[in-house]
């Protein structure tokens, strides 16, 4: 099994809504991410996950809040959020090495209204 | 930032034809990756050079690596309309802490029947 999966694949919500958006893998990968990635640019890095502990944040509002709760699952928590957070949001997981390829999962397309 | 700069940035070429896509990048770097996304989808990786290497091969695929200039090549040879999509490099600093994968802007294939 080589795949990440994310659940929703789309999602659309209110400024005072909570959410949650879910990601799995069963690759035995220590490491995964969230990315945050808007039309026609590049991801952008938000949060790190290694053996289950929160390693890197990149200066993301507190409106997001990452969860890792086994080795399988990560979770990114919703809440509060504004327009111009509406974007696709990527989950993707390594080996414990930067120097290894990150697989990703096909991703949340995220609205706020 | 050590993100990669992708040039160009939209390439339309006919069926059959080669494709080339350049990379530029900053400091130093453990590797170098090649990603493959299809429009509102996840990212694929194609391929991974390392910075003792200089040239990668991978099917189709074919990457070179100038550490000296600072700059990457992805050449698709014969290319097909499932190509199209969007084609990412990827750096990670020498020395990085885990994760901190940083993605260039990306050039937008088209491959024409």
């Known amino acids: 099994d080589t795949e990440v999966t994310q659940t929703p694949k789309h999602l659309v919500m209110g400024m005072t809504n909570k959410k949650s958006l879910k990601c799995e893998q069963h690759?035995?990968?220590?490491?995964m991410y969230w990315y945050k990635q808007k039309a026609k640019k590049p991801p952008e890095l938000m949060f790190v996950y290694s053996y289950e502990k929160l390693s890197i944040n990149e200066s993301v509002p507190s409106r997001f809040s990452p969860e890792c709760p086994n080795s399988s699952l990560l979770n990114l928590h919703l809440h509060a959020l504004q327009p111009e957070d509406s974007a696709l949001y990527l989950c993707?997981?390594?080996?414990?090495?930067?120097?290894?390829?990150?697989?990703f999962g096909s991703g949340t397309q995220l609205s706020v209204l | 930032s050590q993100q990669g700069e992708e040039d160009p940035q939209a390439l339309s070429i006919q069926e059959g034809e080669n494709a080339t896509m350049n990379c530029s990048y900053k400091?130093?770097?453990?590797?170098l990756q090649w990603y493959r996304q299809n429009s509102g989808r996840g990212l694929v990786h194609l391929i991974l050079i390392r910075s003792n290497e200089r040239e990668k091969h991978s099917g189709r695929l074919r990457v070179t690596l100038d550490t000296s200039k600072k700059s990457s090549s992805l050449l698709i040879t014969a290319s097909r309309a499932a190509d199209t999509a969007s084609y990412f490099c990827a750096t990670g600093d020498r020395g990085s802490t885990l994760g901190r994968l940083y993605f260039g802007r990306g050039t937008q294939l088209t491959v024409w029947p």
């Open positions: 400091t130093s770097i453990n590797n």
């Open positions: 993707a997981s390594s080996q414990l090495d930067t120097r290894e390829k990150l697989f």
């Open positions: 690759m035995g990968h220590r490491a």
